[in-house]
DNA sequence: GTAAAATTAGACGCCATTGTCTAAGTCGTC
DNA sequence: GACGACTTAGACAATGGCGTCTAATTTTAC
């Protein structure tokens, strides 16, 4: 039981994880097999189940592992939340941009969106951890940030949680294709998709404004 | 070959074809069993295979007869767009509810999202074609109503597509959940998502102002 | 070096499914 | 009633995947 074993079972298992997500990802539950799988790990079919009693097993072990990483990942980004209203449009963008590229357009969201959808009805509970710890999260995340934008008059927003979701969805207006194909949008993609989206975000929920400094007035009165 | 065979052939086709479509979409093609269809269908193994030379040749003729039905529902649904400006929130919400409804929230749509995306990479033309009658015919109509409803002011965009992109976006922003989940949205849940859209499009694009009765009092300071 | 643990290749039984075949049955038309 | 077209139930071989088992080999621990 020392740190070399735990290293090599944990090498076998990693890689059992990610050739079961690339193959479950591609072909599905049903369509998967476990040999394979095991040819993609680069791994023997008792040693998968060695580590999985059975196919379901793995199946539920790999969507977890897939889930955590993502919303690992998906926590981090909202730390990076852009708090500062100075150069909303600006900051808003670069932070949708790196909520698509690792979050959203990346090799995890895809395979939680495509597994989510497909299995889903048969694994009632997985996708409604997912949905609480992904999107739900982020909406709220979204919200209460809004909620401190509208607070400091950077943004006239009447409900949060709509808000929220708008801009998600405007987010990912212009990669809906892209994404759906499978294919991972460019860099180049990313940036003017998110561009888009804030700017109509904020011609919809931006300050009326004009001069910098000024602030509504009925939000000057709340914001005490 | 009188029209009460021709009827009762075409009435066995479609039987069999919307079992299929049903245990396709709940299973996906390689967890579906051609018994499970058959036992759906009300019909013996033996009819299907005398009707389709085998799995795949079915499972094409079932993607491409709910994508025929889909694609002459939104067609028909794109000649009800109002090119009247009166009353354009209500008009483009009762438009919005329509378009979820009979287009994107009903078997059809769920159908076409699910399998395209989980079979869409093994069949590249079935999906392309998708691509091209649905959502891209969707977007283009759109783009060229909001071109017209730009000449006659009643909106002020600068990109037409982008424009309109977002304004599907917009319009399944409240229901992506509901219907990622398979469960379809009430009338209320879509009336309520379908003006939360509007809104915020004519938010966004609508003319600044006019002297119409709810207008909000920043925006009417900006009508001038 | 030795023992324990893990891994491997391969064979195996089992079961579900695919697609074919056949013999019987149904339905409508002449 | 006879005929042809279609359908049906069931048997059938072939295939492939799942999960188990074994014996040999490698890796790791001490």
Known sequence: MTGHTQRGQCFKRMSILDAAADVFCRQGFAGASIDEIAAVACVSR???YNHYREKETLFVAVVED???RANTMLFSMLSTFPEN???LEDDLTAFVVRLNKNCICNHDGKFLRKLVQTEGERYPHLFESWRQHGPGKLTTALSALFARLSHKGALVIDDFDVAARQFVALGNADLQMSVLFGGMPTDEELEKAARNAVRT???AYGRPATEKAGVQPQLAAVSG
């Open 66 to 68: 897939v889930m955590n």
């Open 85 to 87: 209203a100075d150069n």
């Open 46 to 48: 008792q040693t998968i």
């Open 201 to 203: 975000f904020l011609k």
